[in-house]
């Protein structure tokens, strides 16, 4: 039988390759539900060639033109963030596509976990801010987390059929994103247009801001974490440039597990909606006289010190994951925006982690409550240090 697929985020990255694979393979997947935020003219055309249950335009000021533009056709049109959330719940869902970006994927994820959905995750951020809250719903529903970041899809590969209690230690790898071994000098100008150049990945602006921040990498670790229950001090990042090994497990006999594949979402975004089976895709296959050579290297914490703020908020807990998750955002928006220096991204994460309130076992509204007065705190940083204005921070 079909799978129904609702996709959270079908205009993303990661949303439009998940079609893809979809409109490849329709003997084995349904789309039941879409959902955007503001990109309301590509909603239209997905739910046209689709034709799923229902479609979700986050932004109320674009509801009237999808609804017009979708009349025709027998789906329902709904908008608003709490209509995003609650299309989760739907009765003919069989797997939620978690495909927003950031804090906004949150809600929705918790929502399908209530609702007893299995969930394919590629938002990170949802467990970087609540992981205990997320992971404790899904053991109460019984429900199962698939990953679809590349890494956390390859180790959960790795670990099918192993015992928890074999696993020393995984590696995620990076590719060390478009400034990989450059100086700090080279990094003090960056602008907007080569941070979004990606050497290896074709992903949305926020994912590759922080690709090339290291802090996506800073997230992965945290999001490990809770898929894998590990501690910190196993889980290792690893600069791997050809992005060909995907990330490693190492187990107590010495043993280790790659898992493998040419950089291309659209092959963890499968095995997410197919598990536990596995089906033949007409994708490019890899081959090793394509990369005749693989390398590594240890990753410069010093001038990618979000990967550093990433391990110190885990080790710390709390809510203190939440505060460097609301930071980056608005860090990120403001140097796409042009109004921030690419260095002082991790600065504004740092002070942000120092100076907000520290709760130790937050509940959600915590969680809400430390996500919006970040934002808040972030932005009058912003505003004080913003581009061209000189760093409070006298290490900058």
């Known amino acids: 039988m079909k799978k129904h697929i609702a996709i959270a985020g079908s205009t993303g ?4 390759q998940a079609l893809e694979v979809i409109r490849n393979h329709p003997d084995l997947f349904e789309v039941e539900v879409l959902t955007a935020q503001s990109n309301s003219d590509l909603l239209i055309q997905q739910a046209i060639e689709f034709q799923p249950n229902a479609v979700v335009i986050g ?11 979708l009349q025709p056709f027998p789906l329902k049109v709904y908008s608003g963030k709490e209509a995003i959330e609650q299309v989760m719940e ?12 950031g804090y906004s994927g949150l809600k ?32 109460k529903n019984r429900v199962r987390i698939i990953p679809v970041d590349s890494e956390h899809s390859a180790i959960f590969q790795c ?63 945290i999001e490990a974490h809770w898929l894998f229950n590990l501690k910190p001090d196993q889980i290792d990042v690893i600069i791997h440039p050809q992005s060909v090994i995907h990330s490693l497990v190492q187990f107590v006999d010495g043993s ?28 490019p296959k890899f081959t090793f006289m394509d990369y005749p050579q693989l390398t590594f290297e240890t990753p410069d914490k010093e001038l990618f010190r979000n990967l550093v703020l990433a391990y110190i908020a885990l080790e710390k807990g709390g809510n203190v994951p939440c505060i460097l998750n609301a930071a980056n955002e608005a860090a990120v928006a403001a140097f796409l925006e042009e109004r921030l220096d690419f260095l002082k991204i991790p600065e ?3 002070f942000c982690m120092q100076s907000i ?40």
């Open 13 to 16: 990255s990661i949303g439009k």
């Open 59 to 69: 932004d109320l000021a674009c509801y009237q033109k999808v609804a017009e533009a």
């Open 90 to 101: 739907m009765d003919t869902i069989d797997m939620v596509l978690i495909a927003l970006v």
């Open 108 to 139: 929705p994820t918790l929502n399908a976990i209530q609702a007893g959905k299995t969930i394919a995750l590629a938002n990170k951020e949802c467990l970087v801010v609540a992981g205990d809250l997320v992971m404790e719903e899904a053991r």
């Open 159 to 221: 670990l099918v059929g192993e015992h928890p209690g074999s696993v020393e230690k995984i590696y995620l790898t990076a590719s060390g994103g478009p400034f990989r071994g450059m100086q700090r000098a080279h990094l003090v100008n960056v602008t907007r247009e080569s941070a979004l150049r990606h050497p290896n990945w074709s992903m949305g602006h926020k994912i590759t801001i922080d690709s090339a921040s290291m802090m996506n990498k800073g997230l992965e670790v």
């Open 256 to 283: 280790i597990k790659a898992q493998m594949g040419i950089p291309d979402m659209k092959l963890p975004i499968f095995y997410a909606l197919t598990y536990p089976e596995r089906h033949r895709s007409d994708f």
């Open 348 to 350: 504004i994460i740092e």
């Open 357 to 396: 309130s520290y709760i130790p076992k937050p509940v959600y509204e915590d969680y809400v409550q430390t996500h919006r007065v970040t934002l808040i705190r972030a932005e009058e940083f912003i505003k004080q240090n913003g581009k061209g204005m000189k760093s409070i921070f006298k290490k900058a």
